[in-house]
């Protein structure tokens, strides 16, 4: 099974740009889906980007399409989230999470990593 890691949250200005990074370990990375997740705080978890197994497809929540870009390097087991034009609704933990399905159903994923926060200040 995999273990997910991620890193790259911090405090930001609405306008700025993050980049959050996604380490596998422990499995085949490339046998996996690999989601980002968000919740914010009282609000369910929500999902925001997919990539396929092999990286060649993204699928992204209509509230981030245009500014978040999802990439992976399954050389070295990475999924990044290129967040451009934060807004201050951007602010939530976000996850990664990884299934051997092709999925936006967020309960199905079924590993997760622990989270990053990201907050957008107006």
């Known amino acids: 099974q995999v273990k997910l890691v991620e890193s790259g949250g911090g405090l930001v200005q609405a306008g700025d740009s993050l980049r959050l990074s996604c380490a596998g370990s422990g499995g085949t990375f490339s046998n996996y889906v690999i989601a980002w997740i968000r919740q914010a705080p009282g609000k369910e978890r929500e999902f925001v980007s997919s990539?396929?197994?092999?990286?060649?497809?993204?699928y992204y929540a209509d509230s981030v399409k245009g500014r978040f870009t999802t990439s992976r390097d399954n050389s070295k087991n990475m999924v990044y989230l290129q967040m451009s034009s934060l807004k201050p609704e951007d602010t939530a933990k976000y996850y990664c999470?990884?299934?051997?399905?092709?999925?936006?159903?967020?309960?199905?994923?079924?590993?997760w990593g622990q989270g990053t926060q990201v907050t957008v200040s107006s």
């Open positions: 999470a990884a299934d051997v399905s092709l999925t936006k159903t967020v309960l199905w994923y079924d590993y």
């Open positions: 990539i396929t197994w092999s990286g060649a497809t993204s």
